[in-house]
């Protein structure tokens, strides 16, 4: 059939059918052919056969009354299509843990159908690796070469006027954290400076999997990190945080300035060298970071945590703040280890009208006209107002999963 522009109705159902027969013909052949171990190319197996459901959560709200995030448990994968409002939806999970094997059952579902299949209302469900658009692909262009045959019936000209005229397309981008934006150098120095001001957390993703020695990447870097600050929480997988402080390490490395990093309700501890998060990610002396600031919303940080922040923070020459936040802290501090700390005259503050005198260890208000230290009854009075009026957790670390 000759490749024409679509101008009817019936032409356009037409070219609908063959478009939909090239994606259902793609997707069960490769739910039917997976390899799980790339080193065992002689292992070929379908998804029904290894997939293993379970284990997946929903986040329903950002914020709640207790300053957590509000996750509920997901009785079934379907619901990643059927149970939100959103127009988006995001699959997180650190690498080996199956977003791909669950895409390729989404996809699945659409082409098989029935009426236990979440995908019924769906016209076209279209699933493309990312690392397709790397170049500056359309989508029909990513298409046609992802699911296309030789000789196809359709064009990519055809492709955009169907998803265009369809009434509820399905699209799945899988490989968010394998982006491989560096399959091209060119394209890799267009996307990441069109990311550099639409998507951060991915730029730091792809200047991960590209590497840094680029001098164009580090311009880049540069340009970022020394604008703004950057942040570990738990709200970010394991994944995100580790490529983080990859880039700060290369930030480190090559002298480029780190105007602060934020930790998140991620209860660090010092071991001597690093501080280790509680979701297992390590944070290395960093010699260019300016601010840390450590957030525990609601949680109780022991003299022994404190003591530990505080011996990272002087084995870093170039930090001159740390700031704690939503967190309950010891009522002195024992200034005679942590000499380094007077003799590099880092400000400690706690909130946002105390100040650590680093003369005494003692916390002293920092407002203009009163900057007296606490009293022991001062301190008991702020810390009972504290536990009164907000639920403090203990100061154990939470324990992660996945």
């Not at 002689?42 to 284990?55: A, D, L, P, R, T």
């Not at 009293?375 to 536990?387: G, P, Q, S, W």
Request: hydrophobic residues 35%.
């Amino acid at each position: 059939m000759q490749n024409i522009p679509l101008t009817n109705q019936h032409e356009l159902k037409e070219k609908q059918d063959v478009l939909l027969q090239y994606l259902k013909v793609r997707y069960e052949d490769m739910f039917r052919r997976i390899q799980p171990n790339p080193n065992q190319q002689n292992k070929v197996f379908s998804v029904e056969q290894i997939y293993v459901q379970g284990g997946i959560q929903r986040l329903e709200a950002y914020e709640t009354e207790g300053g957590k995030e509000q996750w509920t448990n997901v009785d079934n994968y379907h619901e990643i299509i059927t149970h939100t409002n959103s127009k988006l939806r995001i699959v997180e999970a650190d690498p080996g843990y199956g977003k791909t094997m669950l895409a390729l059952r989404l996809a699945y579902d659409w082409c098989t159908g029935g009426e236990t299949s979440p995908s019924t209302d769906i016209d076209i469900f279209i699933l493309l690796p990312l690392r397709l658009l790397v170049s500056g692909m359309t989508f029909g262009e990513a298409i046609e070469q992802f699911a296309f045959p030789k000789n196809a019936q359709i064009s990519k000209d055809d492709i955009a006027t169907i998803l265009q005229r369809c009434n509820n397309a399905f699209i799945l981008l899988d490989g968010y954290n394998e982006f491989a934006c560096g399959m091209n150098s060119n394209a890799a120095v267009k996307i990441l400076e069109y990311l550099n001001v639409k998507n951060v957390e991915l730029l730091r993703l792809c200047l991960m999997e590209k590497g840094y020695n680029s001098e164009k990447l580090i311009s880049l870097l540069k340009h970022l990190e020394t604008e703004g600050s950057l942040s570990l929480s738990i709200r970010k997988s394991k994944l995100l945080q580790r490529t983080i402080v990859k880039v700060l390490k290369i930030a480190s490395e090559n002298k480029i300035p780190i105007k602060k990093l934020d930790v998140v309700d991620l209860v660090p501890t010092h071991d001597g060298e690093v501080l280790t998060l509680a979701s297992g990610v390590c944070l290395p002396i960093l010699q260019t970071l300016k601010c840390l600031d450590v957030q525990e919303v609601r949680r109780d940080v022991t003299a022994e945590i404190l003591h530990g922040i505080l011996r990272y923070v002087e084995q870093s020459s170039s930090i001159i703040e740390l700031k704690f936040g939503g967190c309950l802290l010891p009522q002195a501090v024992e200034m005679d280890k942590h000499v380094p700390l007077q003799k590099n005259d880092v400000k400690v503050y706690w909130g946002r009208y105390h100040q650590l005198n680093l003369s005494t260890g003692r916390w002293k208000r920092h407002t203009i006209g009163d900057d007296h230290d606490q009293t022991d009854d001062e301190y008991e009075k702020r810390i009972n107002y504290l536990r009164e009026h907000l639920r403090f957790e203990p100061a154990n670390p939470p324990e992660m999963t996945g």
